[in-house]
């Protein structure tokens, strides 16, 4: 009886190449997620900055603006207008009268609170159409851009 030799692996995908898609991949994703804000009337803007404030918030302008990776004057503007309508409340520190304080109004936390739901039902009702094998791929997958985003790729 011959012998097999034995099946030789594909070499793994240049990470650039892997980069490039996940990148793509991405931003699609968050563009298509993006227009359940809009049904409930948040900017992308308004929404990204929201959600610092909910998650690590209070925090001041400065903080604010570096989380959004924006000018002070453009997160002043903006913050503007979300206070006008009530999204979040700013304060003065009590030991520093010049800190300002940036926390998320209750209507504020309901608003981002409700758009992540949207966003997340949306993209559930997509994964339902997927088989049960690339859904668990998709969860290992997950796992390892949460691992990239937290600055621990080389970790096991």
Known sequence: MPQRSP????????PPAVADRVHSAAIHLLRRLRKQDEAIGLTAARMSALSVVVF???VTIGQLADAE????PTITRLLAGMERDGLLTRTRDTGDRRVVWIKASPKGTRLLQEGRRRRIAA??????SLDPADLALLAKAAELIERIARGAASSS
């Open 7 to 14: 099946r030789a692996r594909p070499s793994p995908p240049a």
């Open 56 to 58: 690590a918030g209070p």
């Open 69 to 72: 990776q924006v000018s002070g």
């Open 123 to 128: 993209l559930a009702d997509d994964l339902a």
